[in-house]
């Protein structure tokens, strides 16, 4: 299930979003065919297609 909610950048947390956040990064990953786990290749792509990135946009 996915969730959306925009929060300000100016508004604090209410205790409620972080115990969200809190249980939310204690859940495991759950790799499936829409996010399935990278491979070190693929990962390799990733890594290399960002380096370009940051580097275009140095200049």
Do not use: N
């Not at 969200?20 to 491979?39: C, F, G, N, V």
């Amino acid at each position: 299930m996915l969730k959306r909610v925009t929060i300000e950048h100016w508004e604090p947390l209410t205790p409620e979003q972080c115990a969200e956040i809190d249980r939310a990064s204690k859940m495991p990953i759950t790799y499936d065919e829409d996010a399935p786990d990278l491979t070190p290749e693929t990962f390799a792509a990733f890594q290399e297609a960002a380096r370009r990135r940051d580097a275009a946009q140095a200049m």
